[in-house]
């Protein structure tokens, strides 16, 4: 079992509180509640590995998460937490999601925060592109007989998304757009290709 992540050290002390806070949520959700501390995450942990597991007797259990700066770009940062676990299934799990937070305040940022009004349209285009781009299909290739499963059968964002410090990234992970075998897709939009649809200031 591994828990390897960042803490906030510096900046507002109320700021600080609800970044850490809100790291040590994604790390201790053991199930469906939360560990006191990571102490406490490794010892449940360990006492609901099988002694005997019928069904995967050979099969290693376990659990890695990681929490670390994405982007260091304030205002606006983002963290990037990855987990990947092996406890009794067919083959092990993974997924990544992003945290992007205030420097100032500790509070979260959307993307609609970050972005001019109306800006959404022409940002999904741009993403479909690149989509398409790291997918290998063509600009007219038809998304389901690619067997990726978005609704209606068109391209959309997804709410995995984090600020790096020269681009806007995207991340379909595992089964949310289409079955295991596709894998993950990481769609990566240079902020020289977006300028003019973030509001000054926020991204740098």
């Given amino acids: 079992m591994s828990l390897d992540y960042v803490e906030a050290l510096s900046g507002p002390l109320a700021a600080r509180a609800k970044i850490n806070s809100a790291i040590m949520s994604l790390l201790l959700e053991f199930g469906n509640n939360r560990a006191r501390s990571p102490e406490d995450y490794a010892q449940r942990f360990i006492k609901d590995y099988p002694e005997s597991p019928k069904m995967f007797a050979v099969q290693r259990w376990f659990v890695s998460k990681t929490v670390k700066v994405l982007g260091p770009t304030p205002p606006v940062f983002s963290l990037e937490y990855w987990e990947e676990s092996c406890t009794g299934g067919a083959h092990p799990d993974s997924s990544t999601l992003y945290l992007n937070i205030d420097a100032e305040t500790g509070e ?3 993307l609609a925060a970050v972005l001019k009004e109306g800006s959404m349209p022409r940002l999904t285009q741009i993403a479909e592109t690149h989509f398409r781009v790291v997918r290998k299909l063509t600009p007219t290739a038809d998304l389901k007989e690619a067997y990726f499963d978005f609704p209606n059968n068109r ?34 939009i240079p902020y020289t290709e977006i300028r003019d649809l973030l509001r000054p200031g926020l991204i740098k």
């Avoid at 964002?157 to 410090?165: H, I, K, P, Q, V």
């Fill in 108 to 110: 979260p940022v959307t």
């Fill in 155 to 188: 391209f959309r964002l997804n709410d995995t998304y984090g600020f790096t410090g020269k681009s806007l990234l995207f991340f379909y992970n595992y089964y949310e757009v289409g079955p295991r075998s596709n894998g993950t897709t990481e769609v990566e």
